[in-house]
């Protein structure tokens, strides 16, 4: 479920990723969109930042949770808001946020289910499935966009988003201990 999930997070930012400035033009944006593009960057280094300074108590669960659902807001905020430039800002800087905090789960996250004996295989052959999946992504995305259109790609691609935060709420449900009973 681990692997699945992450390797789909994956699928979802590299659809994303490769046609973020062209997207961002063709709705509208024009030049604009190679600088909300570059807000993706800051915002994923501020992401971990962030997580240093306040999120000591966030399980790797939780900011695998997290990190799927910033990068889902961030595309539900450009299908609402279209070509208006503070709407364009908040997904990219949301996007970046997600994929910051994304990449702090995949190596904690394995670390916490399954500890360290076989951590490197097991982290290993999770990247695997995820940059396999990753790779495939622009080309679905771009075959989606150019046979959906824009808003309907962006749909299917927040719709996947939705199952990695299922799967990654039913991985963090499943971690919870029951309460001590006290006497």
Not at 29 to 52: E, H, K, T, W
Not at 74 to 96: E, Q, S
Not at 162 to 170: L, Y
Request: aromatic share 8%; with cysteine; net charge positive.
């Amino acid at each position: 479920m681990v692997s699945f999930a992450f390797a789909l997070l994956g699928f979802t930012l590299a659809a994303i990723l490769a046609h973020m400035v062209p997207m961002l033009g063709s709705i509208g944006l024009g030049a604009a969109a190679v600088v909300i593009g570059s807000l993706f960057g800051p915002a994923q280094v501020a992401s971990r930042l962030i997580n240093m300074v306040f999120g000591k108590n966030l399980s790797p669960p939780a900011l695998a949770v997290l990190s799927a659902v910033l990068i889902v807001f961030g595309i539900l905020i450009l299908l609402a808001t279209g070509d208006w430039l503070p709407g364009a800002v908040a997904f990219a800087i949301c996007l970046g946020l997600g994929s910051g905090i994304n990449s702090i789960a995949q190596g904690s996250l394995p670390l916490y289910l399954f500890g360290s004996d076989g951590y490197g295989t097991i982290t290993g052959k999770m990247a695997a499935a995820r940059l396999a999946l990753g790779a495939g992504a622009p080309f679905a995305f771009a075959a989606a966009m150019e046979n959906l259109g824009l808003s309907l790609s962006l749909i299917g691609n927040a719709c996947l988003g939705a199952v990695n935060i299922v799967a990654f709420v039913a991985v963090a449900a499943s971690c919870r201990q029951p309460a001590a009973a006290t006497a």
